[in-house]
């Protein structure tokens, strides 16, 4: 009977092939990968989104295979799987006389707890390591973010990581172009005559994946077409997709990274965000060929667009799991505005009269993905106007979206979407009447509503639901230096004006369902 002495599990988000685990393959290891119940099912996922894990899951399995290391795979249709970490490490434990347990650092708080849980529960030493994806490490996240519930600022945070990684800066440490941010060059919307051309969709066939996802009766959310399932699943398809956006989608990038248009789904995004989350790529290989891009050929790649791409990653993106790891478990409860409702069913299917709303739903039903802007200002703007209880939309947002891990996804709903954490993420609410989303996207044209109309018939209804915000959070937002602007706006209106204002919008937060 074959013997190992160490068990390394390996969770469906750490699809990390350059990490020291793999330097060198040896004999007394066993690699472990299993597809589970307790991970398919703590809400319900978009099918795209269990069909795109256990698709990389398995190639990387294969992959790391061929490349000597011993793989144990446990599919979600296999006898022996008890669906759960704990009891199936425990029988390969029995099997393979394993003596120690090794695992990654989880990203999921709830994931941490259990694995925090193992040494007692198996009785045995196990040892936690560094996924070592991250570019703050596990133990820096409290030098950077050292209390609970205060406030924190992106900006100072990216600028400390421009420093820190040496990111487009000119000999003497600055900033180059002088600026940190160029984000005032980067809200245009789609010109009329502009010639889309960006990177292209590589279809592959996941049928029987699919088939097996159906058979186990996990039960998802959205839709699939199987002969063409477009996220990478692989490192070097990864790899060929982060090549591909530098050369055709990073020259728009930052210049129409807030457009929204009805011509084309991802625009001039990368798509990267599978393939970083499960850690396929490594943020540093995808901010360095974005940065040589620019060194390289400054005038196509200027820096409005590299650096508003850089930011993202290096920025908000490690920002928001330093708040994560900082801020859990209260962040998943807070709930500023002591928001109750309801998400409305055509969360599920689209059908709203709303274009906005109706397009990015439909989308995302349809293609697991929105991209940033429509996921803030359509979709969460309209739930927090509409005064949407945190959970529910959090749930949908962890449900819907390929990309959708918690610790990224909870701190961009709950904070910096629905600030429901009172400003620990945003400094102030993303909120916006239809005036915004007219002026970044084609939306409005084609809408039942009118987005110039505030009261009345067809009158757009995040127009009224905005001053409806503004006027029942008046003393929440008093202090707030970012909203004295249209509080006071608020305060001069007529009131004859703001009661038909406010009249509107509670008919229409008392018809959602209808919107
Ligand atoms: P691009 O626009 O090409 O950006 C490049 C990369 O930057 C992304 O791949 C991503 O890794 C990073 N990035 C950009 N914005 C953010 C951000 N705000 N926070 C963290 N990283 C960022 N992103 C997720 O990865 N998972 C989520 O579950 C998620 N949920 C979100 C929920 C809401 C309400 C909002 C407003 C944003 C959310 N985001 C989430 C951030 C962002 O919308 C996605 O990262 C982006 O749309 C992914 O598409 P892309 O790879 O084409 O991004
Ligand atoms: C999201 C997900 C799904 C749907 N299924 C699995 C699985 O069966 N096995 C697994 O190891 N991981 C899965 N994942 C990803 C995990 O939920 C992820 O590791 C945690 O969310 C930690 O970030
Ligand atoms: Fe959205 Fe209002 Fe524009 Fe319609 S009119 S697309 S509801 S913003």
């Given at each position: ?198 990177t292209s969709l590589h279809f592959k066939n996941v049928t029987n994946l699919l088939t097996e996802i159906q058979t186990a009766g996990i039960e998802t959310i959205g839709e699939i077409n199987p002969t063409q399932f477009s996220w990478t699943t692989t490192r070097e398809e990864a790899l060929d997709l982060l090549s591909e956006f530098v050369d055709k989608a990073l020259p728009y990038f930052g210049t129409l990274q807030d457009a929204m248009t009805k011509q084309h789904w991802y625009l001039y995004h990368s798509r990267l965000s599978f393939a970083l989350n499960t850690k396929m790529l490594h943020p540093l290989e995808v901010i360095t060929a974005v940065e040589k891009a620019h060194f390289n050929d400054p005038e196509t790649y200027s ?213």
């Amino acid at each position: 009977m074959r013997t190992f002495s160490s068990l390394r599990l390996i969770l469906g988000d750490q699809l990390n092939s350059q990490h020291s685990w793999f330097k060198k393959a040896d004999d007394n290891t066993l690699f472990v990968m299993m597809e589970v119940r307790s991970e398919t099912d703590y809400v319900k996922h978009h099918v795209q989104k269990v069909v795109g894990i256990f698709n990389a899951m398995r190639n990387f399995s294969a992959t790391m295979s061929e490349k000597g290391f011993h793989f144990y795979y446990i599919k979600i249709n296999d006898s022996d799987n008890q669906h759960a970490f704990l009891s199936n490490i425990s029988a390969l434990i029995h099997r393979f006389q394993i003596q120690e347990v090794h695992y990654q650092q989880p990203d999921e708080y709830r994931l941490a707890v259990e694995m925090n849980q193992l040494q007692k529960e198996l009785g045995l030493p196990v040892f936690k390591h560094e996924t070592e994806h991250f570019l703050v490490e596990t133990d820096e996240i409290a030098s950077f973010f050292p209390k609970k519930g205060k406030s924190y600022l992106m900006e100072a945070f990216y600028r400390k990581m421009r420093l820190k990684y040496n990111i487009l800066l000119d000999g003497s440490k600055k900033p180059l172009g002088g600026k940190w941010n160029f984000d005032q060059e980067n809200r245009k919307k789609v010109p009329s005559q502009h010639h889309i051309f960006t990177t292209s969709l590589h279809f592959k066939n996941v049928t029987n994946l699919l088939t097996e996802i159906q058979t186990a009766g996990i039960e998802t959310i959205g839709e699939i077409n199987p002969t063409q399932f477009s996220w990478t699943t692989t490192r070097e398809e990864a790899l060929d997709l982060l090549s591909e956006f530098v050369d055709k989608a990073l020259p728009y990038f930052g210049t129409l990274q807030d457009a929204m248009t009805k011509q084309h789904w991802y625009l001039y995004h990368s798509r990267l965000s599978f393939a970083l989350n499960t850690k396929m790529l490594h943020p540093l290989e995808v901010i360095t060929a974005v940065e040589k891009a620019h060194f390289n050929d400054p005038e196509t790649y200027s820096l409005n667009q590299v650096e508003g791409f850089i930011r993202q990653i290096l920025g908000w993106r490690e920002f928001m799991r330093g708040i994560y790891w900082s801020q859990m478990p209260e962040f998943a409860s807070l709930n500023f505005f002591n928001h109750q409702r309801k998400l409305p069913s055509w969360f599920w299917t689209g059908k709203t009269k709303m274009n906005c709303l109706h397009l990015s739903i439909k989308q995302s039903l349809s293609l697991s993905y929105a991209h940033h802007i429509q996921r803030l200002m359509i979709t969460g703007n309209f739930c927090l106007l509409a005064g949407i209880h945190p959970d529910e939309v959090d749930d949908w947002y962890l449900g819907i979206y390929v990309d959708a891990f918690e610790w990224v996804e909870i701190t961009n709903t709950r904070g910096m979407s629905q600030f429901a954490d009172g400003g620990i993420v945003g400094s102030k609410p993303y909120v916006s009447s239809a005036s915004y989303i007219h002026k970044m996207s084609d939306y409005c044209g084609t809408c039942h509503y009118k987005h110039d109309k505030k009261t009345g018939e067809n009158a757009c209804p995040f127009n009224t639901l905005y001053w409806h915000f503004i006027d029942k959070n008046v003393e929440k937002l008093a202090n707030n230096p970012r909203m004295s602007m249209m509080i006071n706006l608020w305060k001069k209106t007529e009131n004859e004006q703001q009661n038909a204002f406010l009249r509107q919008a509670e008919y229409y937060i008392t018809n959602l369902e209808n919107l």
